[in-house]
């Protein structure tokens, strides 16, 4: 396999840690105006990550990608029209980089200071932020080429609280935060499912490698394969 590693946030960026083992790593610090160090919107690079999938649409060799971003993630500050699509003109501004001080954690816990009506808007906008961004990566898989036979899996480390019960962050262990997003797709071998089984992150690999079919010899995962789950209607 080619592997290789489009990442959002500088603390992944780590030859030793997730950034061992793949052939190319992209990552840059963020340079466009407002951006925060350590930081880079997924729009900055999409781009590139378009250009490497079309670079493997003649080639028949097998790859692996990691489409990393941290959008939507706080300090939340969606660029330009985002920023505004979901959000009241009468809902006051927000000074939220200016209470981060220099340290994310900052932003998480308890806090009813915080205006949740402009703290929700700010999610929201750079969820769908993400969401163009994604669509155009998931346009580019769908066209002619080799692409037609790739697994695409869609998937967070964690939730968020956005201000339910004056909660920030995902510090605080609740339905907000262990509730994420588990999508996978392949044009033949998965059929439209929705599960309504429980499951959690630490399915994905015996999940995938069995649908690539690789073997793990001797290696004992802690989550289940659920391959015959998604391959059958529940």
């Known amino acids: 396999y080619n592997t290789a590693a489009f990442l959002g946030v500088w603390i992944l960026n780590d030859p030793g840690g997730l950034a061992r083992g793949f052939d190319s790593i992209n ?4 340079a466009e105006p407002g951006a925060v160090h350590g930081i880079r919107r997924s729009g900055t690079y999409i781009d590139e990550v378009i250009a490497y999938l079309r670079a493997r649409q003649n080639d028949s060799s097998p790859f692996f990608l990691w489409i990393h971003t941290f959008d939507p993630h706080a300090p939340f500050l969606p660029p ?3 920023s505004r699509m979901f959000r ?10 200016g209470q981060m001080k220099g340290n994310i954690e900052n932003l998480n816990g308890y806090r009813p200071s915080f205006p949740s009506d402009f703290m929700l808007s700010q999610y929201l906008g750079e969820l769908r932020y993400w969401d163009s961004n994604f ?3 998931f346009e580019t898989i769908q066209e002619p080429g080799n692409l037609d036979n790739t697994l695409v899996v869609y998937t967070s480390d ?3 609280n956005v201000g339910e019960d004056n909660i920030y962050g995902h510090l605080d262990i609740n339905q907000h935060v262990i509730r994420t997003p588990l999508i996978m797709w392949h044009p033949d071998l998965i059929p439209p499912t929705k599960l309504k089984t429980p499951v959690q992150q630490s399915d994905l690999a015996p999940t995938i490698l069995d649908f690539l079919k690789i073997k793990a010899a001797g290696v004992q995962f802690e989550g289940k394969n659920l391959k015959q789950l998604m391959t059958r209607s529940e």
Not at 88 to 97: N, Q, Y
């Open 27 to 30: 990552w840059r610090q963020p």
């Open 88 to 97: 009241s003109p009468t809902t006051p501004d927000f000074d939220l980089l």
């Open 135 to 137: 669509q155009k990566i």
């Open 158 to 160: 964690h939730g968020e």
């Open 80 to 82: 330009g029209e985002y």
